[in-house]
């Protein structure tokens, strides 16, 4: 029989709230953390809005000043999200033994990895600043190193891996680990997400895709509209959520907190295009199907979908046709929502986020809102819990993502 998989810890880096608690709070509350963006001068762009993680976040508390020369962004955000989960879970890495630690993997999602620091390497060098280009450049910017950041931070021994499929990154980071415990590879991973994807290079490319809002800088709270009649793009976003994932006897064993169980992963491929959708909605539809088959779920059983919503024309229809294919008449009656309109779209980090909130809802019965969704588009027509967060008793939850290169993954929770 294979192993069944939960979850103790949970740990949130947001563009709305520092912490877990911070960020369900804002959350529950509809507090958008979409801003103007600080970093750099976005006004040439025409887009300067973006989901940002706070000013207050204090990389330095999770890098040293000397480090933080030579790794992206992304590091401490990662490091920050793990270390939080990793506490929850009353897993304190100081106190294993070395065997111990050789029995907790690591695997993060990521869609970009350190790009952003990549990118401000290629600056340096073309800007005639070579002396000031990081000696660590090329093991930085080799994305498999950020899963070796988190596990160097904590001195765990297990696998370290990073799973990278663009936007369904963090939620096929945690198949892969509910995968490994299942299949007895492993007790414990440290598993999530993480991306740092603003920077004046990366929006640029974003914008030759023309798939980013312009419309909503002067309101920048406002731009993230999925489902909306007027949504004209997503906004882009950054932030890190990581967990804990143990097998259950062994979780109960320690007496582990527990938020759920990770009951079913299904993941398909369309093999259509780099960037577009396949009109028909059939592949994310099976995913879904897939995970719902392994969890032994019926679809009429699911209480709330955490949906992929990207705020993009095309995504948010083809989703909504999707989630009617995989669900059927009970589509009507299952209410679902988008974090991507309260913190923008963090890429590979999203499915992350999606899993975080969809426990957290578990736990206290509230489903948070879809924010900006003022007239829903004729074409999505399903319930998407707008503005204003709504008791819900959450027993079994699926979370969807969809991403480029006709990627679709989905997670199937349940409360145990």
Known sequence: MPRRVVITGIGCVSPNGIGREEFWRATQAGESGVRTIEKFDATP???TIAGQVPREF???SYVSAKERQ??????PLAIAAAQEALA??????TQLTREQLREIGVVVGSGGGSQEFTEE???LYYTGQQKQCSVYVIPTSTIGTLASEVSMRFGLRGFSHVISTGCTSSTDALGYAFRSIQAGVIDTMVAGGADAPIAPLILRGFLLMRILSSKWNHA???GSRPFSKDRDGFVLGEGAWFFVLE???RALARGAHIYGEIAGHGSTCEAYHRVRLEECGEEPARAIGLALKEAGAAPESVDYIAYHGTSTELNDRIETRAVRLAFGAHADRLPGSSIKSLIGHPQGACGAASVATTLLAMRDGIAHPTLNLDEADPECDLDYIPHVARKLDIETAVCNCIAFGSKNSALVLRRV
């Open 45 to 47: 762009w025409g887009v």
């Open 70 to 75: 030579h790794v992206s962004r992304v590091t």
């Open 247 to 249: 097998e259950m006897e």
């Open 121 to 123: 390497q290629y600056r």
């Open 88 to 93: 929850d879970a009353a897993l304190d890495p």
């Open 58 to 60: 204090d990389e330095l």
């Open 220 to 222: 920048p709270q406002r």
